[in-house]
């Protein structure tokens, strides 16, 4: 602080000793007003991030070994695309088994077919009692019902070896592989990440004092992505939603701005990407008269030295002093006063001539 001080007095002093040298004969300062600007005018911005709508972090219902894999990060894939195996041998032997025992099964139940066959035609000619035949009915049945169970496993059996085979579930870009060759895999344990690159959106906090009437005015709300044309301009995106609750710990709630689908790359072509950091414009106020005014001045008339940002304020008799300034966000030739002038302040139009009169 204390050689940010000793900078900006020798700057002034500088100044100071430019102006003896450069002082002009007679002739009153062109000076400029301040324009404002207040009212349903006002914004705020607030940081945002991009992010895609379909974020998918894929893990398996199995344990096992993974065998193959067959895509890296950054890779493009299609819906139903293989991306990694994992070992299925024992499911697969399972899926053998019970095929063998459907089999087998069948083969009983062809033969409880073939001898209630036989005791009905005995039953008709009286040969049998009934509680006979009804004994091979039964056999039938039970022979039936077993078929069907174990047709059943199997079915299941052949299901789960499915589970070894991990399947992009959309079209999309593979984010993060979490796991190399040989890896094992569990339930639940992350494998890869995929997300879709054609619908994304910029998603951010918006505090609790700035709600207000932002629900009606959803319309207004802008976004920019800096690099974006090779710089930052304000967005209009395809649709805007607050969601309706508020996080308890930070008093925010969270709106969401879906980019156009022709957005999914800057205007110089760069493409967009989940992660990037974006800034959300919001309307504020309500009317001009109950919202402060925002100020702003051409910025020729902004004088910079060093670390000193200032203008020359010209008093009644036509004198100009020095006058340091915070500046915010630069419009076309115009740039919004954040602090250090007054809205009836008239400022030198020309800052070098200014400093020839100032004394």
Same mark, same amino acid.
């Given at each position: 602080?204390k ?69 890296k ?14 070992d ?10 019970s ?11 062809k033969?409880?077919a073939s001898?209630?066959? $036989? ?20 056999q039938?049945?039970?022979?039936q019902a ?12 052949q ?29 639940? $344990?992350?494998?890869?990440t995929?997300h ?21 005015r959803l ?26 609750t ?7 709630a ?28 919001l ?14 001045l ?30 915010? $966000? ?19 139009a020309d ?7 100032a004394?």
């Open positions: 602080m050689r940010l001080h000793r900078v900006t007095l020798a700057s002034l002093a500088a100044l100071s000793l430019a102006g003896a040298a450069l002082a002009a004969e007679g002739g009153a300062l062109a000076t400029v007003e301040l324009r404002s600007a207040a009212g349903t005018g006002l914004e705020t911005s607030v940081d945002g991030v991009v992010e895609a709508v379909r974020q998918t972090r894929l893990s398996t219902q199995v344990a096992g070994a993974i065998v193959a894999l067959q895509v990060a950054g890779d493009r894939v299609k819906a139903g695309q293989e991306l990694l195996r994992i299925a041998s024992a499911a697969q032997q399972g899926v053998a088994a095929a063998s025992q459907v089999e087998a099964a069948q083969a009983q139940l033969v409880a001898e209630l066959a $036989r005791q009905k035609q005995l039953h008709q000619k009286q040969y049998i009692s009934q509680a006979a035949l009804e004994r091979s009915q039964a039938w049945e039970a022979a077993q078929v069907n169970a174990l047709q059943a496993q199997t079915r299941v059996a299901t789960q070896s499915g589970f070894f085979l991990l399947k992009a579930p959309y079209a999309g870009i593979v984010s993060e592989v979490a796991v190399t060759l040989g890896d094992m895999a569990l339930p639940g $344990r992350p494998l890869l995929l879709d690159p054609s619908a994304l959106r910029v998603t951010a906090a918006v505090p609790q004092a700035l709600l207000g009437s932002l629900s009606t319309d207004q709300v802008r976004y920019e992505i800096n690099g974006m044309g090779g710089s930052a301009t304000r967005l209009q995106p395809a649709a805007v939603e607050l969601l309706p508020l996080d308890a710990a930070s008093h925010t969270q709106i969401r701005l879906a980019l156009p689908s022709s957005g999914a790359a800057g205007a110089a072509g760069q493409a967009l990407m989940p992660g990037l950091f974006a800034r959300v414009w309307p504020v106020g309500g009317s001009a008269k109950a919202g402060p005014q925002r100020l702003f051409p910025a020729s008339a902004i004088l910079r030295r060093a670390e000193l940002t200032a203008a020359y304020v010209v008093d009644a008799q036509g004198k100009p002093s020095l006058r340091q300034v915070r500046l915010g $966000r630069v419009t076309g030739d115009q740039v919004e006063v954040l602090s250090g002038l007054r809205p009836d302040d008239k400022v030198a800052p070098q001539a200014a400093a020839a009169v004394r």
